[in-house]
């Protein structure tokens, strides 16, 4: 994690303290919502008993169906989504077995073309809730468990895979009742930090990805990031500039990638932030851009327009895949003095270019390296988010592990729904 401002500034002895103290909270499991700690030393505690279990289940899925339909909203399908966006081929996905999302939102004309798509492929389903009463996915499960039953008769339980609460919610009455496949959300792990639980490993294994390395690559950040060490530690210094900024205006903040495939990381960043730090009216508020394409949009306002935002640089040093720019005969596009240059080169120099510019237009900017677009440097990156988060919320006095402002627009709905008992 780099900064463009000066780091020692920051790190003043009572920040250390604060920091120090929040530290030793965190790993005591004390303070506030210390009982949703469970995903900090999670892959420690992972058997491999349990992810075998789940590679079975995930090629038992592979077998019986060439569509796994993953039912859930936010925590409960936004890892399984970032992981699978940034991990599969921008065409072709998956021609053999494809990974969809339903109940993230409420379109009749999504669900219905859903239908229609599956209609001549065999499908499974799997339906992911941890209170296991959410109405967006409860009700795309009402339309796709029919759908399942019409289809397959009897057959249907053995392709619906429930992932809910061990112990309570309408779901699990209901997979125990029609004998469905059941896994397990811990219950000492909220939805947006549920990615290397069932929750984000099952429709990734499913989708073909490495899990183990994955969680081999969330393990190895799990270990380093532990060290109290306020220069070094990323997620600390994430935390600390972040803070700072935040106490000097800046309420904002942009994370920006060159990498399209990341739009999904930033989709599930945006959901770990914005709901674990937006309360008591306090927080920074996360936006998301691809560049080089909202340098065509959203770049004239972050040059430009208010003065309330930091941007933070999420960099894939090295790719897999890249072209290189050649020579043309007649330079008719005056392109030429770009040859040799390879298109991930030029992201580099993009990534410098814009953010000078960025930075002289008063955008204060904080620079973070993954190595590689491989799962065990995004097990890695996606545990430091979720750590850092966790310091950047206990720094501004909140409980980072609940969303009690997402009751209120509920409560709305449901009696304006007439909902028994709103
Ligand atoms: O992060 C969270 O806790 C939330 O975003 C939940 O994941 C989301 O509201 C879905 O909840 P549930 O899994 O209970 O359906």
């Not at 929040?22 to 030393?41: C, M, P, R, T, V």
Request: proline share 3%; hydrophobic share 40%.
């Amino acid at each position: 994690v780099t900064y463009s401002g000066d780091y020692a500034d920051i790190i003043t002895q009572g920040k250390e303290a604060e920091l120090r103290h929040i530290h030793e909270n965190l790993y005591a499991k004390k303070g506030q919502g210390s009982d949703f700690l469970g995903w900090l030393d999670w892959t420690s505690g992972l058997s491999e008993d349990f992810l075998n279990q789940l590679k079975t289940a995930a090629e038992r899925i592979r077998k019986q169906a060439d569509v796994l339909i993953v039912i859930g909203i936010g925590g409960s399908y936004l890892g399984a989504k970032a992981v699978i966006e940034a991990l599969q081929p921008h065409f072709e996905k998956n021609p053999e077995f494809e990974v969809l999302f339903a109940g993230h939102q409420v379109s009749g004309s999504y669900l219905k073309q859903l239908m229609n798509y599956i209609e001549d492929k065999e499908v499974a389903l799997n339906v992911i809730s941890k209170s296991g009463t959410t109405t967006e996915p409860a009700l795309a499960f009402r339309f796709l468990q029919k759908y399942m039953e019409d289809r397959y008769g009897n057959e249907a339980a053995s392709r619906i895979y429930v992932t809910t609460d061990a112990e309570k919610g309408a779901l699990l009455s209901l997979a125990k009742e029609k004998g469905y496949n059941r896994f397990v959300v811990p219950s000492d792990i909220g939805g947006r930090y549920s990615v290397f639980t069932s929750v984000g490993l099952l429709p990734i294994a499913a989708a073909g990805f490495d899990t183990e390395q994955l969680v081999n690559g969330a393990h190895a950040a799990e270990k380093e990031l532990q060290a109290f060490d306020v220069h070094d530690n990323p997620a600390i210094r994430y935390a600390a500039v972040r803070h700072d900024l935040y106490e000097k205006g800046y309420t904002n903040e942009v994370l920006a990638t060159f990498e399209p495939k990341l739009s999904f990381v930033q989709e599930w960043w945006k959901q770990l932030f914005g709901e674990s730090e937006g309360k008591d009216h306090k927080g920074i508020f996360p936006i998301s851009v691809v560049y080089t394409t909202d340098l065509h949009s959203l770049g004239q306002y972050i040059q430009d327009g208010k003065r309330n935002l930091l941007e933070s640089f999420l960099v894939v040093d090295e790719v897999d895949e890249d072209l290189t720019v050649f020579e043309a005969e007649n330079d008719a596009d005056q392109l030429n003095y770009l040859a040799g240059t390879s298109l991930h080169d030029f992201n580099l120099v993009a990534y410098k270019g814009v953010s000078e510019a960025h930075l002289s237009g008063g955008v204060s900017q904080i620079g973070i390296h993954m190595k590689k677009l491989d799962e065990y440097h995004l097990g890695y990156l996606l545990y430091f988010y979720m750590l850092s988060c966790a310091y950047s919320a206990y720094l501004l006095d909140i409980n980072p592990f609940n969303q009690p402002g997402v009751e209120d627009y509920k409560t709305a709905i449901f009696r304006l729904l007439k909902k028994p008992g709103y």
